[in-house]
């Protein structure tokens, strides 16, 4: 879901927006991809693969080996049976039930949580992209969330294949390949209303999202290595509006922002492995009057594991740590997650993860764990109205051990604990 702010709008007015703002981001796009061929809803229609091939579970964003390597190949993978238009669309329909009531005095609501529309897939033979334009149904506003467009080619380098890429996009992370660094981390899903999933919060790393564009250069070397390197610089307030992330969202005027991912990719037959590091160092400045705002250095590290055997029984852990210090704000804030999920032939799921947030001050601390069991009926070989069909149906639940404010006064967890019900639909 994208991250806004500002005054929402009636309901219907949003909906025109949003039909406006589809057609003035997408068309011109999709001109690009002008042929005689059908507008097909999903990588899979481009690749003739079932979605279990390139996701765990066979839906959302948790990639299996082939799924990171078609990523970092720049979406561009065909069944060589003519050019496409991937166009496809997802919704997220949602019943939270908060264990304190909000504003409105009610503990269960029932949301269309967010719409988006996809433009992703094959634009050259080198060239894709990775487009997503959502509706928040909550705020009733629609913004370009999420950006990624890629040129990638093989070359040979000491006689080893190696991809080597380039990416614009709209958020650090949002290039990589494993499902640990926060833009693509567990939960894939999460409740609308209340306090959510929990989690620190970063000005560099999962704090610039959405309100920056940069540019980064990738390479992975003999299926094993991958390193990336990237900088980025703020979108000005007008240019936030014209995406309708709105102008309040500007977090300033980013100076020396460098991003950089390194990882090393394990292969054992059935199963694979991953340990890496990454950060991002940069700094803010006021719009207003000039001032230093934040002066960040983030650095991480993370490894994940993935049995897939004969993708009857798939297990997969990630993990990752992340600090960040700021030395404006003379503060630095961390935050642990470790998630462990199953899924029996890709249909029925459970999954379980632990989050720990802290800071130097005490401030914005939390501690808790999720819960989810969901069912994907679809997105195999065999599945009904393959593949334009996909479904996952869950139950999660957040619970809270620890939370403490922004000033570092502790807060009873549990009035923080959620319930969610969700339907997770893409066509």
């Known amino acids: 879901m994208t991250r806004t702010q500002g005054t929402a709008g009636s309901p219907a007015r949003a909906r025109a927006g949003f039909a406006r703002r589809l057609c003035a981001w997408l068309l011109p796009l ?20 079932e979605c279990a091939a390139c996701h765990i579970g066979a839906f959302g964003p948790a990639l299996t080996p082939y799924g990171m390597r078609f990523k970092l190949g720049g979406y561009t ?4 049976q003519g050019r496409k238009v991937p166009v496809s669309a997802m919704a997220v329909g ?47 506003k629609t913004a370009l969330d999420l950006l990624d467009v890629r040129y990638a080619t093989t070359r040979q380098i000491k006689g080893k294949d190696t991809i080597l890429g380039v990416s614009i996009n709209n958020a650090p992370t949002l290039t990589d390949p494993l499902n640990t660094l926060p833009a693509w981390g567990y939960p894939y899903v999460s409740a609308p209303r209340g306090a959510g999933a929990g989690g620190a919060e970063f000005t560099g790393i999962g704090g610039l999202e959405g309100t920056v564009i940069g540019a980064s250069g990738y ?75 934040a002066r960040f250095h983030d650095l991480g590290v993370d490894g ?22 700021d030395s404006v704000a003379h503060d630095s804030v961390a935050e642990g997650k470790l998630n462990a999920s199953y899924h029996f032939r890709n249909t029925w799921g459970g999954s379980v993860g632990l989050f720990n947030a802290t800071s130097d001050s005490g401030a914005n601390e939390n501690r808790g764990y999720i819960l989810q069991a969901d069912w994907t009926p679809w997105g195999k070989e065999d599945s009904w109205q393959a593949p334009w069909a996909n479904l996952r149906l869950g ?12 000033t570092g006064a502790r807060e009873k967890a549990s009035d923080s604990n959620s319930l969610h019900f969700f339907v997770w639909t893409a066509f």
Not at 99 to 112: E, F, N, V, Y
Not at 395 to 406: I, N, S
């Open 30 to 49: 999709a001109a690009l991809y002008a042929t005689d061929a059908l507008a097909v809803p999903s990588y899979s229609r481009q690749t003739g693969q």
């Open 77 to 80: 993978d065909s069944d060589g």
């Open 94 to 140: 949602s019943v939270t039930h908060t264990a304190t009531a909000d504003d409105s005095g009610k503990l269960t609501h029932a949301d269309l949580a967010e719409a988006s529309v996809f433009l992703a897939g094959r634009i050259t033979d080198h060239i894709g992209s990775f487009t997503q334009v959502t509706y928040d149904g909550l705020e009733h």
């Open 219 to 293: 390479a992975l070397w003999n299926d094993h290595l991958y390193t990336e390197l990237g900088t980025y610089r703020s979108l000005s307030p007008s240019a936030l509006s014209r995406v309708g992330v709105g102008r309040d969202a500007s977090p300033g005027i980013l100076h020396g922002s460098e991003y950089w991912r390194v990882a090393w990719l394990g292969d054992a037959r059935h199963a694979g492995w991953s340990v890496g590091m990454f950060g991002n160092n940069g700094s803010l400045e006021s719009r207003e009057d000039g001032t230093r705002t």
């Open 304 to 325: 994940s594991y993935q049995f897939l055997g004969t993708r009857e029984h798939v297990f997969a852990v990630n993990g990752s740590y992340l600090r960040e210090r």
């Open 395 to 406: 139950v999660q639940y957040v619970g809270f051990d620890k939370v403490r404010d922004e």
